[in-house]
C-alpha cells in the first residue's frame, strides 16, 4: 500500500516536473521563463492536492470563529407557600455564558485540532424560588505554541459574510412592518409570566424597564464597536505557567491555567424580583439573556525551531535532519523534489563530548525513506529483530554495537539540547507561488539561525545560494542576515573513491570558488562540506549549530534583561 502510494506520487512528479521551470532541477539555469498566472493557479491547485494525498494534517493558517456563551435567561415566578397566596416575585437571574480561552500548548504542532467554529458553553436559565442559573463552564481552547492570533477586521471578514447579532436581527426583520418588527424585538429581550404579555407591555414599569434596556444595549453596542478599533493580537510564543499560588481556591478552572480570554460571555438576564418597585409589587416580566460575544481571528502557526534549514528540493535537508537525529525525526527523503511539503520538526541532544544522539559514526549511511523502510522490513522479515531488547529493556550504558550513546545511557550526559525545522524547498520565485509557495518561510520567521543546504555535486550551488537569499529577503526584509551557515551536501559525489587525486583537487577547488563567493555576496558565513547520506563531517555541523544556539540564545537574554529592570 505504502509503495503504491509511493509510486503514484512519483508519477505525479514526473508529470509536475515536465511542467516546472528549468531551474527547479538540480543545475539552476539563469534564464527564467515567465509565467503566467493561469498557470501558477493550477500549480498551486495541483500542489493543494499533493498536500491532502498524502494524508497530510498540517496546518499553519486558520480562520477561527469564536462565539462567546449565550446567558440564560432571567425567569418569572412568585412564591408559593401554604397561607400566602399572593407570595413575592421569586424568579432567578439566568447564569452568565462561558467565556472562550485560548491555551498555548507545547505538544501541539499543528493547527488541525484547532475547530474552525468555537461556540461558548451557554449559561442556564433562572428558576422559581430564587435559583439562579449556573454559569457557562469556561471553554478553553488549545493552540500550539507558536501561534499568532490576530482579530479580523470588519473589512476583512466582509467576504465570510459574518455577522454579529444585531446586524443578523437587521437583516432577519427588514421586510416586517413597525409593530411586527416590535413584537420581535421584544420577544427576543423578554420573558412574560404566562398570558400576560399583552397587560405587560400596556404598564408603564414596563416601558421604563424597555427604555434602560435599549439605554444599555446602546452602550453595549458602541462598547463593542470601540473595541473593534482595537483588535485582539496575541503572539503566543511562551508556555502558560499552570503552578498557581497555593492558596487559590479549588476547582476546574482555579487550579490549573485557562489561557488567554478571546470572548467574554454574555451576562444572564435577569429574574422578575429586579423589577419589584414601590408601585409594582408583581412584575410579570424578566429579561432573556445577552448573545456571547463574536470574535473572527486569524490563527498563524509559526513553529519555534532553533535553527531552519532553508535549501532547494532535493538538496538534502530531510537526509540531514534524519542523520542528525539518528532516523527518529520523520521526515520523507526521496529523490524527487517537493517530497516534503510541510516543516518538521527535530530535536538534537547534544552530550558533553560533542556527540550528538543519532550519531551512528562516520559512514552511517541514511538512504532515501523509501529503501530504507524495505531494508528494514527485510531484517524484519529474516527475525533479525526477533529477541531484540527493547529500549528500556537495555541496560543503561549498554553497548549493543547499533550506537554507543542511546536510550538512558545518553538521557546521563545529554548537556544541550535545540530544535531544527526542516522545510520544504524554496525556489526562484517562490515569492510569486510558484512550486510550494514561500508561505511555510512564516515558520522560520522565529529561528534563532537559519542554515542554508545546497547540493554541492550540482555544477553551480554558488547560483542556489544567490536565489535562496533573495528569495528570504523577498519574504521579509533583513530576513537573510540570520542565515550564519552554508552546508555544502553531497560532497561524497565529488571525491569519487577518494583514490583519484584529481578529483579530490577538483573538490577543493569548488569548495574554495563556493567559499568565496559566499565571503562576496552573503558575508561571514561558515561553509562546511557534508555527505548527510554518509554521516561525514555531521558531528563538526552540529558544533557550530550549537555555537549559533548559545550566542542567539545569549542575545535574547541580554536584549530581554533590561525590560524586566
Ligand atoms: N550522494 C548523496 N545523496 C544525498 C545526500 N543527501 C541527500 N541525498 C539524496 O538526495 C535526494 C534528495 O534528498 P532529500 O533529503 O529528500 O532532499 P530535500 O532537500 O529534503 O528535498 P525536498 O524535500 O524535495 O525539498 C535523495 O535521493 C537523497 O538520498 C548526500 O549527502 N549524498
Ligand atoms: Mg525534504
Redesign the pocket.
Known amino acids: 500500500m505504502f509503495r503504491l502510494s509511493l509510486q503514484r506520487r512519483c508519477h505525479s512528479f514526473t508529470r509536475n516536473f515536465s511542467s516546472l521551470p528549468a531551474h527547479v532541477s538540480a543545475a539552476p539555469v539563469v534564464e527564467e521563463p515567465t509565467y503566467n498566472l493561469k498557470e501558477v493557479a493550477r500549480r498551486k491547485r495541483r500542489t493543494e492536492w499533493k498536500r491532502r494525498q498524502g494524508g497530510q494534517t498540517f496546518l499553519d493558517h486558520l480562520i477561527v470563529h469564536v462565539r462567546s456563551g449565550k446567558g440564560g435567561d432571567g425567569c418569572v415566578a412568585f412564591h408559593r407557600e401554604l397561607y400566602k397566596p399572593f407570595g413575592p416575585p421569586s424568579g432567578g437571574n439566568g447564569g452568565r455564558g462561558g467565556d472562550v480561552y485560548f491555551l498555548p500548548t507545547p505538544h501541539l504542532t499543528t493547527l488541525s485540532s484547532v475547530p474552525s467554529r468555537v461556540r461558548g458553553n451557554p449559561g442556564s436559565h433562572g428558576q422559581g424560588t430564587w435559583q439562579g442559573g449556573r454559569n457557562g463552564a469556561p471553554l478553553v481552547v488549545k493552540v500550539p505554541l507558536g501561534t499568532v492570533v490576530r482579530e479580523l477586521t470588519k473589512e476583512e471578514t466582509a467576504k465570510y459574510n459574518f455577522k454579529d447579532e444585531w446586524e443578523a436581527e437587521e437583516e432577519a426583520l427588514a421586510d416586517l412592518s413597525p409593530e411586527e418588527r416590535l413584537d420581535k424585538l421584544r420577544a427576543k429581550r423578554w420573558v412574560h409570566y404566562p398570558r400576560y404579555q399583552d397587560d405587560n407591555v400596556q404598564r408603564a414599569e414596563f416601558k421604563e424597564a424597555e427604555r434602560t434596556l435599549w439605554k444599555e444595549e446602546r452602550a453595549r453596542r458602541i462598547e463593542r464597536k470601540r473595541r473593534t478599533l482595537n483588535p485582539l493580537f496575541l503572539d503566543l510564543d511562551t508556555a502558560e505557567d499552570t503552578t498557581l499560588p497555593d492558596d487559590s481556591p479549588l476547582g476546574p478552572g482555579n487550579r490549573e491555567s485557562l489561557g488567554h480570554l478571546i470572548a467574554s460571555g454574555g451576562a444572564g438576564g435577569l429574574g422578575n424580583p429586579n423589577f419589584l418597585s414601590a408601585n409594582h409589587r408583581s412584575p410579570k416580566f424578566a429579561t432573556r439573556g445577552h448573545e456571547g460575544e463574536l470574535v473572527v481571528l486569524s490563527l498563524e502557526l509559526k513553529i519555534l525551531a532553533d535553527i531552519g534549514l532553508v ?10 535532519l ?1 542523520a542528525l537525529t539518528g532516523g527518529r525525526a520523520k ?10 511539503l510541510n516543516p518538521v520538526v527535530g530535536v538534537i541532544r547534544v552530550a558533553n563530548d560533542g556527540i550528538f544522539e543519532g550519531w551512528r559514526g562516520e559512514g552511517a549511511v ?3 525513506t523509501r529503501i530504507e523502510e524495505e531494508r528494514h522490513l527485510e531484517l524484519m522479515e529474516q527475525g533479525a529483530f526477533a529477541d531484540s531488547l527493547t529500549r528500556n529493556q537495555k541496560p543503561i550504558g549498554a553497548d549493543d554495537g547499533d550506537t554507543a550513546r542511546v536510550g538512558h545511557d545518553f538521557d546521563l550526559i545529554e548537556e544541550f539540547r535545540f530544535t531544527i525545522a ?4 524554496l525556489i526562484s520565485r517562490a515569492s510569486e507561488d510558484v512550486g510550494l509557495g514561500y508561505s511555510f518561510l512564516r515558520s522560520m520567521e522565529r529561528s534563532l539561525a537559519l542554515v542554508y ?1 545546497v ?1 554541492f ?1 550540482g555544477p553551480a550551488p554558488w547560483d542556489e545560494l544567490r536565489v535562496l537569499r533573495d528569495e528570504l529577503e523577498a519574504y521579509q526584509h533583513g530576513m537573510s542576515a540570520r542565515a550564519r551557515m552554508v552546508i555544502a ?5 565529488l571525491g569519487g573513491d577518494g583514490r583519484d587525486p584529481q578529483m579530490i583537487e577538483d573538490a577543493k577547488r569548488k569548495l574554495g570558488k563556493l567559499a568565496e563567493f559566499v565571503e562576496d555576496e552573503l558575508g561571514p558565513l561558515d561553509v562546511i562540506p ?5 554521516s ?1 563531517n555531521l558531528t563538526k555541523v552540529v558544533g557550530f549549530m550549537r555555537g549559533y544556539v548559545e550566542d542567539a540564545r545569549e542575545r535574547l537574554k541580554e536584549s530581554r534583561e533590561p525590560e524586566n529592570e
Open positions: 535549501g532547494m528540493p532535493n538538496a538534502g535537508k530531510s537526509t540531514l534524519r521526515s520523507e527523503v526521496a529523490s524527487y523534489a517537493f517530497t516534503t541514511h538512504d532515501e526542516d522545510n520544504p524547498g543546504v547540493d555535486s551536501n553531497k560532497a561524497d559525489l557534508v555527505s548527510s547520506k554518509f561525514n
